[in-house]
């Protein structure tokens, strides 16, 4: 059973989202329900100290919203499986208790970056790569825009691309583009939100006992 502070927290998302034209869910709106997933550690330094059940279930909802956009990098890039392979290794450090080595993440995200930095006609298509980057950096470090006093007033293209969340790319994988984007779907963005409020944060939530 959720908390009742972020049950209330989701349902003035709910209504945000219902009331939005073009089913989006800003940052604004995100941020106050990723804090009160729960508490983490900003210094996640040696020697390696356990990981808290806040910095757990963030990253868990980021590798959901990456898992849940996978097939539109597969459709686009076929055989490369670079995400699934990132977000493979970033389980091992959740399950190993702590997290990774500044040595051990360099070359994964190294590789990953090459791989949507260098298709300029990928697009939308990219976008489940830099889901699976942010999800793979989270399992290294909590520190994120959610802790920033001005969250709560943020806009998620405030941001340069690389200080996307990565439930944002995935929004965007989702729907092809951002809103005013003329290729992309606000009913599939809508959808991907409605996803989000309703199974994939309780589900987040519930992965910590």
């Known amino acids: ?5 972020l049950n209330d927290q989701i349902a003035k998302a709910k209504a945000y989202l219902t009331n939005d034209p073009h089913g989006d ?24 100290p356990s990981y808290l059940p806040g ?28 995400p699934q392979i990132t977000l493979g290794e970033s389980d091992k450090y959740i399950q190993r208790g702590f997290p990774p080595t500044r040595a051990e993440v360099k070359p994964l995200i190294n590789r990953l970056l090459a791989c949507v930095e ?66 992309s779907d606000d009913s599939k963005r809508r959808e991907f939100w409605e996803w989000y409020l309703n199974q994939a944060v309780e589900e987040a939530y519930e992965s910590v006992s």
């Open 55 to 82: 910095h757990i279930r963030r990253y868990t909802l980021m590798k959901m919203c990456a898992e849940k956009v996978f097939f539109v990098w597969e459709n686009y890039f076929q055989i490369d499986r670079t």
């Open 1 to 5: 059973m959720l908390p009742k502070e």
């Open 118 to 183: 260098n298709d300029p006609d990928a697009g939308a298509a990219a976008m489940p790569g830099w889901a699976a980057a942010y999800a793979f950096l989270l399992s290294e470090s909590d520190t994120d825009i959610w802790t920033r006093d001005d969250a709560a007033t943020m806009e998620d293209l405030d941001s340069e691309i690389y200080g996307w969340t990565g439930d944002f790319n995935a929004s965007l994988a989702y729907a092809n583009g951002p809103v005013g984007n003329d290729d």
């Open 25 to 48: 869910l800003p940052l604004h709106q995100r941020a106050p329900i990723l804090r009160l997933l729960g508490d983490g550690r900003e210094d996640m330094k040696a020697p390696y």
